[in-house]
């Protein structure tokens, strides 16, 4: 069974860049054709799909924050990667990795980050 775990900083200051990482184990996030994303919640908002990469390293963005988002993977250690530049407050929000994009079989547990000062 495939499982996902993100980990990161739970708190970032505004214009700092956000970064976290998802972890994957039980299937490799270079088998064919999968995409993994990263998806998040704000508080009293519904989900919102920012990014994936694909099987072979290919990257898609949201083009509603295109321009400060960047994914990336490590294949060596089964993981792929977040930053998001320049946060605001209206960044905050629970961070999902999954595997999937407009579908998404499998999710991590999502974890909690707040940009403040």
């Known amino acids: 069974q495939v499982q996902l775990q993100e980990s990161g900083p739970g708190l970032v200051k505004p214009s700092q860049t956000l970064s976290l990482t998802c972890t994957v184990s039980?299937?490799?996030?270079?088998?064919?054709?999968?995409?993994w994303s990263w998806i998040r919640q704000p508080p009293g908002k519904g989900l919102e799909w920012m990014g994936a990469?694909?099987?072979?390293?290919?990257?898609h963005y949201s083009p509603s924050l295109k321009s400060h988002i960047s994914i990336s993977r490590d294949t060596s250690k089964n993981q792929f990667s977040l930053q998001l530049i320049s946060v605001t407050p209206e960044d905050t929000a629970v961070y999902y990795c999954?595997?999937?994009?407009?579908?998404?079989?499998?999710w991590g547990q999502g974890t909690q980050v707040t940009v403040s000062s």
């Open positions: 039980g299937g490799s996030i270079t088998t064919k054709y999968y995409y």
């Open positions: 990469i694909g099987y072979d390293g290919s990257t």
């Open positions: 999954a595997r999937g994009t407009g579908w998404c079989d499998y």
